[in-house]
DNA sequence: AACTATATTTTGAATTATCAAAAGGATGTG
DNA sequence: CACATCCTTTTGATAATTCAAAATATAGTT
């Protein structure tokens, strides 16, 4: 049976993998993503393996099955268009739906998501940007750079912002770091650690190396 | 830590204890109503007194303390509150929300819940004609009676549903024995075991005394 | 009061998910 | 190559929830 303990594993090594793709993910950084120590790790990716979910190498790490993938993409769905929903339909704040999502994403039937998804038009990104796979387990892959890739001068369209603590979301959506503003990078100076850039042709916001990576913009020629 | 089973239970406890009021609900109808084995209920009990939510006397049966009250009618106001969502905002059919509520009435966290009623505009009743309690645990108790109460020619208002069966709940929304539906009884046949209704000053529908039990209706003068 | 039927509790075991701590491998440095 | 360090796995325990079956208590009937 698929437990949402089992559904959280597999999203995070999901999500875990795609940080260093092709490679095995090492149990070790998968016991840390799951805040659980590392023998929890390896005891739950036993029974995951004996599912088939993910491929186990004692030893070296672990590895989705296509099964395991496809249940990934699904929590996922469920995950993000909850967070559309929360914030579209119920009006609550863009910094406060992951944590509600990561309870409810194990609760929602496939029947009241396909609602929720008409009611919202089948959104494709989620409030945070992130692409929100189809229920058939498609998901749009981006080629997106962090804004301490960019040069000055270039200007774009802030894509998606990743993070998902609270106090951050409050902070970049105060200054106006959102999906869909336009943006332009004026100086990077890689000695001070930081990125300014100006927003909507308006406003200047200068940041730190850490900030400015979780603020992922779209490559286009600039 | 309150488990969403320990959630199920106290709501089954409270919800038996409205059958047989003041009485001590019994092992065996708490187990029956849980479907569970008697070893298995009367083991969670225990758990249950010892985190003061219910007054266990052993060989008699079991009653709600007032903190247990609280939290019995807290679970159904989220079940209720979203039975009501689910119909009125994502448009499912009434017959399938019990299930769904089911579930997710120990996912929501009480921000969504609040918002949800805000937006269905603090609803009284859910789709079925139960009472939503209120944020502070207040619920309407209203005398109801079943159809086979009634005298021929009392008129009155349909004001519950009382079953929760997909099956049960479809046969009387095909026939319009819907909450608020106006109703005069024709005719009670007791070797018959049979009720004759009319709705709404038109359709003439015979139900057997099973199902008249489930209708019920606000005793009004008539 | 004795017997029978029914209800309740106890006992023992299984499952899932977790931790702590011990043990075992792998890797890099001198 | 030997050692120290880091990572991973194993082992033993715990908590929550459940079942099956045995043991016990209660109530009703004769």
Redo the contacts between chains.
């Keep these: 049976m698929i437990t949402s303990t089992i559904e959280n594993y597999i999203k995070q090594i999901y999500l875990q993998q795609q940080e260093n793709k092709s490679k095995l993910l090492p149990m070790g950084r998968l016991a840390a993503a799951m805040h659980v120590v590392p023998g929890t790790a390896t005891a739950m990716v036993k029974t995951l393996a004996d599912s088939g979910l993910v491929e186990y190498e004692p030893r070296s790490g672990i590895r989705l099955t296509h099964g395991g993938e496809q249940l990934a993409l699904h929590v996922l769905r469920r995950h993000r268009v909850l967070e559309s929903f929360?914030v579209e339909?119920?009006?609550?704040d863009w910094s406060?739906v992951h944590e509600?999502a990561e309870?409810?994403e194990?609760?929602?039937?496939d029947?009241?998501l396909e609602?929720?998804d008409l009611?919202l038009n089948r959104p494709q990104f989620d409030p945070h940007g992130d692409p929100i796979p189809t229920a058939k387990g498609q998901i749009k892959k981006i080629r997106l750079v962090p804004l301490t890739d960019l040069k000055p001068g270039h200007a774009t369209i802030i894509a998606r912002v990743a993070d998902q603590d609270p106090a951050f979301l409050q902070f970049a959506e105060k200054n106006g770091l959102l999906p869909g503003v336009a943006l332009t990078l004026i100086e990077r100076d890689e000695q001070a650690d930081s990125v300014q850039v100006r927003l909507q042709e308006k406003i200047t916001v200068t940041l730190g190396g850490k900030a400015a990576e979780k603020i992922l913009v779209r490559m286009a020629t600039g």
């Design positions: 929360l339909v119920l009006g609550l406060e509600e309870t409810l194990h609760a929602v039937s029947k009241v609602r929720m009611l």
